[in-house]
């Protein structure tokens, strides 16, 4: 199990789709069951449920695998790895519409006023899951913050365990929330700009799952920079690319921003539209919650 896990964590996720990973992990799980390393196992079940999230794969898949893999773990007292993967598992349930929260890990599967924060490695996780969902639910200053204030210590206190996805979020959030500030001098662009120089050179370097997602966040700078040609091309592409890996989520929020800034710069009809594709997206990942909030935008428009 562990050699697996470790290949899974540090280099397969670099090099291949991220979905490819999962039947490593089902085989460490199967494993480390059967030989009776139960710890390996355990982490097997961790790294599916981070894949599994990552990779855009349906929510109400993730939702039911959490909700089988944590009970037994916290039976052998393998507390830790349970509470890590029910931080997964209420995300999951926030985006389904199955919590009363958005952004904060309440809620049927844990609380997190509850969790053991004098452990750091929790307290980094628990924030790079609270990001995640600030991206999705658009809360772009309380994410950015976070990035600002936290999101360089998982870069070097966990380097490669998220195969720069974590990177990919941090980029995300700084760059929307400096295309909201349009301050001089943005704190929030200055501190984006290295993450997407480090992003295109892993993209560069053959990582098939970062391109689409790097692309979004390149259409981000192209906005700012007031490109409307280019930030439009960037967005087509960054959907194109997310849509032919399946990243579901991703192929939304690029739909979701293209229509954003088509609405600022009077292109209604043609906003409106992408918002359509935007919510077509989400509702193939499952995220239900999101689908309402943005339907509700459009009636409201």
């Known amino acids: 199990p562990r050699a697996l896990n470790t290949a899974n964590a540090f ?74 993967i029910s931080m997964v598992w209420q995300a999951s ?3 389904l519409g199955r919590s009363e929260t958005t952004t904060t890990l309440t809620g049927e599967a844990m609380d997190e006023a509850d969790g053991p924060y004098g452990d750091m490695p929790f307290k980094i996780v628990a924030d790079i899951w609270r990001r995640y969902l600030c991206v999705f639910f658009g809360d772009w200053e309380t994410g950015a913050e976070n990035a600002l204030e936290s999101g360089e210590i998982f870069a070097t206190k966990m380097k490669g365990m998220m195969f720069g996805m974590e990177t990919v979020i941090r980029g995300i959030l700084l760059c929307c929330m400096a295309r909201k500030s349009m301050t001089k001098d943005c704190k929030y662009k200055k501190a984006a700009k290295p993450i997407v120089k480090q992003l295109k050179t892993w993209v560069g370097k053959g990582c098939v799952n970062l391109e689409g997602p790097t692309k979004l966040i390149e259409a981000e700078f192209a906005v700012m920079r007031k490109q409307t040609q280019k930030a439009r091309s960037l967005f087509e592409e960054s959907i194109f690319v997310c849509k032919r890996g399946e990243f579901h989520q991703y192929a939304g929020l ?40 943005l339907q509700a935008s459009i009636a409201y428009q």
């Open 11 to 84: 280099v397969l996720g670099w090099v291949r789709p991220l979905r490819s990973r999962l039947q490593y992990h089902t085989r460490a799980i199967e494993s480390g069951m059967a030989s009776g390393n139960i710890e390996g196992a355990s982490v097997g079940k961790l790294k599916s449920s981070w894949t599994m999230m990552y990779s855009g794969m349906p929510l109400g898949q993730l939702e039911s695998f959490c909700r089988v893999a944590v009970p037994p773990l916290h039976k052998m007292e393998l507390h830790f790895d349970a509470f890590l």
């Open 93 to 95: 349930l926030n985006l």
């Open 254 to 293: 690029a739909n979701e921003r293209l229509g954003a800034y088509l609405s600022e710069i009077g292109e209604a009809k043609a906003s409106q539209e992408y918002i359509v594709q935007a919510i077509d997206c989400y509702r193939r990942w499952g995220a239900q919650k999101k689908v309402e909030l």
